[in-house]
Nanobody
Framework: QVQLEESGGGLVQAGGSLRLSCAVS???????MAWFRQQTGKEREFAAS????????YYEDSVRGRFTISKDNAENTMYLQMNNLKPEDTAVYYC??????????????WGQGTQVTVSS
């Protein structure tokens, strides 16, 4: 059984930075890990992903160049470094573990979410 717990959200001014963490328990060596985000009244959308075994990363266009996804195998933790934050980045951020691709959305392994609020 995989369990995920996010932390690191908060309130930041536009242009600022935050680092989110996702602590992982359980075996995920063959999984893709990802960050999704959900704005109020909107569907959950993909932000970034990382292949846990080989470290390959992928970003949604609106965050590429500003966000960096990474992992620490020893700590079993995934991170999302968010720089140059914009008000439109305001959302609840979720981490997820799954087989990858479109299968991530239907994965049973999601964290509870952490709120990120960017003020203008």
């Amino acid at each position: 059984q995989v369990q995920l717990e996010e932390s690191g959200g908060g309130l930041v001014q536009a242009g600022g930075s935050l680092r989110l963490s996702c602590a992982v328990s359980g075996r995920i060596s063959r999984y893709v890990m990802a960050w999704f985000r959900q704005q109020t009244g909107k569907e959950r959308e993909f932000a970034a992903s990382i292949n846990w075994s080989v470290g390959a990363t992928y970003y949604e266009d609106s965050v590429r160049g500003r966000f960096t996804i990474s992992k620490d195998n020893a700590e079993n933790t995934m991170y999302l470094q968010m720089n140059n934050l914009k008000p439109e980045d305001t959302a609840v951020y979720y981490c997820v573990a799954g087989p990858g691709g479109s299968s991530l959305r239907t994965s049973p392994f999601w964290g509870q979410g952490t709120q990120v609020t960017v003020s203008s």
